[in-house]
């Protein structure tokens, strides 16, 4: 099946920092990729799609400047938390839909982020 | 309102016993549904997807969908400890959302041995 990854997997920063997240679609072609938070015990909120060679498009409530995202190339996005604090502690998962058949949809590992 | 309701449980059955879990959602206009499962600290995994009312069968999983009550519903039948995580519901397909999927908060299932 179809294999998206995130990296880093975990990741600790200092608030007032900086954090790039990685999702890569590692055997087919993702023009739409999908940005989720999810905080400890609830569901997944959507955060932004991420659209390559156009700019992402963000959720009511999600602050543009401080979740930038950048979708490169057919099969990278990134997503930068930038100036992280404490509230911004959470799991980040991203999907990727596959080009071939827009109906499917992957999920990244995740990658944990922890801001002290 | 959520526009998709889901009990978060927790759920515990015993081994062997069917797990039942279900989701209401609030768009008439949603016409694909999912079940995701997720394990402790990492990504969700897809186990069932469906398009319109109806049911679809893959193994020990039963999803069913009935649009008129806006209703869906997972079964697993003979459950087994390997199966204890949280299951999400989720829907697609409104069409000015397409893609963006509306989850609902996830009920987490215990099958003890």
């Known amino acids: 099946g179809a294999v998206v990854s995130q990296h880093p997997s975990w990741v600790i920063c200092k608030s007032g920092t900086s954090v790039k997240i990685e999702c890569r679609s590692l055997?087919?072609?993702?023009?739409?990729m999908f940005w989720y938070r999810q905080f400890p015990k609830q569901s997944l909120m959507l955060m932004a799609t991420?659209?390559?060679?156009?700019?992402?498009?963000?959720e009511q409530g999600v602050e543009k400047d401080k979740f930038l995202i950048n979708h490169a190339s057919l099969t990278l996005s990134t997503l930068t938390v930038t100036s992280a604090h404490p509230e911004d502690s959470s799991f980040y998962i991203c999907?990727?839909?596959?080009?071939?058949?827009?109906?499917?949809?992957?999920f990244g590992p995740g990658t944990r982020l922890t801001v002290t | 309102q959520k526009e998709v309701e889901q009990d978060p449980g927790p759920l515990s059955v015993p081994e062997g016993a069917i797990v039942s879990l279900n989701c209401t959602y609030s768009?008439?206009?949603?016409?694909?549904f999912m079940w995701y499962r997720q394990y402790s600290r990492k990504g969700p995994e897809l186990l069932m997807y469906?398009?319109?009312?109806g049911n679809k069968e893959d193994g020990r999983f039963t999803a069913q969908v009935d649009k008129s009550s806006k209703y869906i519903s997972l079964f697993i039948r003979d459950s087994q400890p390997s199966d204890s995580a949280t299951y999400l519901c989720?829907?697609?397909?409104?069409?000015?959302?397409?893609?963006?999927?509306?989850f609902g908060a996830g009920t987490q299932v215990v099958v003890t041995p």
């Open positions: 999907s990727a839909r596959d080009d071939r058949d827009k109906d499917e949809q992957y």
């Open positions: 055997d087919f072609q993702a023009t739409t």
């Open positions: 991420s659209n390559e060679g156009s700019k992402a498009t963000y």
């Open positions: 768009n008439s206009a949603f016409q694909y």
């Open positions: 469906t398009y319109s009312s």
């Open positions: 989720a829907t697609d397909g409104a069409e000015d959302s397409w893609g963006k999927l509306q």
